[in-house]
T-cell receptor, first 113, second 120 residues
């Protein structure tokens, strides 16, 4: 069965500093990978996804994630965070659509002014 | 578009009572998902509908839980009788007609704001 491990439950970081949120998955087959963001008292929103092609995917608000098949990882990065990036971030995996999305436990990013 | 609409946003009830959660997906979306979020277990898929038909209900905890989708614009999740361990945030999500695989995972899922259920 697939699983997702988000190694850090909480990540505090100062404003304008870089951040990396780690995600590792377990699967024996090719996968689709996703990052969702949840702002306080809201539902999840898709941030970015990897389906195929370039292993580096970007979002419109400056986040990027790199698919590393050998390390079974899909870490999320941003070179300079803003206060508005404070939220919970979820990594998710699917067996190319043949299984439902399996979510990690989430990483709470707190940006400090 | 108004997005996925869920009601109520908050529900407090006593053990043994029936609880009904409601969801209106985005118009034109034909896949609908119910999730439960808790601190201990994270986000879990309860049931998945495609074209109003339940495709996967393996995540439904037990017979106390039931879900229906009578038409493309409405779904309910019912718990009867409710128990304190059912306390959680319940999310509904919808997506466009699936383009890949059984679960259409390439299609973005749009989540509602959730219903926070507290069972005393």
């Amino acid at each position: 069965a697939q699983s997702v491990t988000q190694l850090d439950s909480q990540v505090p970081v100062f404003e304008e500093a870089p951040v990396e949120l780690r995600c590792n998955y377990s699967s024996s087959v090719s996968v689709y990978l996703f990052w969702y963001v949840q702002y306080p008292n809201q539902g999840l929103q898709l941030l970015l996804k990897y389906l195929s092609g370039s292993t580096l995917v970007e979002s419109i608000n400056g986040f990027e994630a790199e698919f590393n098949k050998s390390q079974t990882s899909f870490h999320l990065r941003k070179p300079s965070v803003h206060i508005s990036d404070t939220a919970e971030y979820f990594c998710a995996v699917s067996d190319q659509g043949n299984t439902p999305l399996v979510f990690g436990k989430g990483t709470r990013l707190s940006v400090i002014a | 578009d108004a997005g996925v609409i869920q009601s109520p946003r908050h529900e407090v009830t006593e053990m043994g009572q029936e609880v009904t959660l409601r969801c209106k997906p985005i118009s034109g979306h034909n896949s609908l998902f119910w999730y439960r979020q808790t601190m201990m277990r994270g986000l879990e898929l309860l049931i998945y509908f495609n074209n109003n038909v339940p495709i996967d209900d393996s995540g439904m905890p037990e017979d106390r839980f039931s879900a229906k989708m009578p038409n493309a614009s409405f779904s309910t999740l019912k718990i009867q009788p409710s128990e304190p361990r059912d306390s959680a945030v319940y999310f509904c999500a919808s997506s466009l007609p699936k383009t890949s695989g059984r679960y259409g995972a390439t299609d973005t899922q749009y989540f509602g704001p959730g219903t926070r259920l507290t069972v005393l």
